[in-house]
């Protein structure tokens, strides 16, 4: 059975609309993350946590919020989506940080900002 | 500046055959990470080494941490083995992405 679940795997939204995608792992990790993923520009980091209630900023972070409201649970919202965060977004759960333990992926959602 | 630098971009091979991925590291990384994103868009973990090498099935992975570089061989490939194939390394804080080479596998 899939540790980490991710929803909606696609979702279309206009811009300036509101959009919560959600990830949830039953790995009892510490550590959830959320990337996108662009052609050529492999996975970059949008927001980190690591544990309930805990945020921390990642490399691309702009007009995304997160939330991680339980262990298993971690949020990314998007209030006002531009075109620009159309994109395959990944949900990622470690036991440790900093690369020190495996990175286990979700299956992705695809968001399309028309 | 880019912390993993991963070549070829794009690969094309004829089932059977093989080649080799290679992703170059800026410093030294502790540890790095092979992914495949497969047709549906869904990662999947190929391999995580802190040193040394590992083997499954057809396909190989050795990380140098030293010599800062890690490879993945691919022997008899099939069309199911077409994808994007990533690797990531520890860079700090977080885990940083090579940019991807994608590999087709045609008859």
């Known amino acids: 059975e899939a540790a980490v679940t991710q929803s909606p795997r696609n979702k279309v939204t206009v811009t300036g609309g509101n959009v919560t995608l959600s990830c949830r792992q039953t790995?009892?990790?510490?550590?959830m993350y959320w990337y996108r993923q662009d052609t050529g520009h492999g996975l970059r980091l949008i927001h980190y946590s690591y544990g309930a209630g805990n945020l921390q900023i990642g490399d691309v972070p702009d007009g995304y919020k997160a939330t991680r409201t339980t262990q298993e649970d971690f949020f990314l919202l998007l209030e006002l989506a531009s075109p620009s965060q159309t994109s395959l977004y990944f949900c990622a759960s470690s036991e440790v940080g900093g690369g020190y333990a495996e990175q286990f992926f979700g299956p992705g959602t695809r968001l399309t900002v028309l | 500046g880019d912390q993993v630098e991963q070549s070829p971009s794009a690969l094309s091979l004829h089932e059977g055959t093989g080649s080799a991925l290679r992703c170059n590291f800026t410093?030294?990384?502790?540890?790095v990470q092979w992914f495949r994103k497969n047709s549906r868009g869904s990662l999947i973990n190929l391999f995580y080494l802190a040193s040394g090498t590992k083997e499954n099935g057809r396909l190989k992975s050795a990380f140098d941490s030293k010599e800062r570089y890690s490879t993945l061989h691919i022997r008899d490939a099939q069309l199911e083995d077409s994808g994007t194939y990533f690797c990531a390394a520890p860079g700090g804080y977080k885990v940083v992405f090579g940019s991807g080479t994608r590999l087709l596998v045609s008859p």
């Open positions: 410093t030294t990384m502790r540890a």
């Open positions: 790995n009892s990790h510490n550590y």
